[in-house]
């Protein structure tokens, strides 16, 4: 059988090439995990919805929003999460907002994983 190479991999294949560690990796080391950002949406109809703090908190919600998306642009936060929400769809579905939400957690995941 042929062996598979894969990027980041050593040759061993169990330890990442790099040992930076990302900000995600560095704070469950230390048992600090951060809170994940969450929305909550209010169903417009079964294809809109608007998103919004769950826990009430604005001002702190949308900035950690920026963080997640690498912005400081309201504006496109905002168009992200639309176009999140639209992807989000289940099939023969409306609106998920469990969908929603692991969604914008992979790409914080992702993110921090880069960084």
Not at 5 to 27: F, H, I, Q, W, Y
Not at 86 to 113: D, F, M, Q, T, Y
Request: glycine fraction near 6%; charge should be positive; aromatic fraction near 6%.
């Amino acid at each position: 059988m042929a062996a598979i190479a894969r990027p980041g991999v050593c040759e061993n294949g169990d330890r990442p090439m790099s040992k930076k560690l990302s900000a995600t990796a560095a704070s469950v080391a230390s048992g600090k995990v951060p809170a994940p950002v969450k929305v909550r949406l209010k169903r417009v109809n079964c294809d809109q919805a608007i998103p919004y703090p769950p826990d009430g908190q604005t001002r702190e919600w949308w900035h950690r929003l920026k963080n997640a998306f690498g912005t400081a642009s309201s504006a496109f936060v905002g168009a992200s999460l639309q176009q999140l929400i639209a992807a989000a769809r289940l099939p023969n579905s409306g609106i998920c907002e469990i969908a929603v939400n692991a969604s914008l957690e992979a790409l914080v995941l992702e993110k921090n994983w880069e960084g």
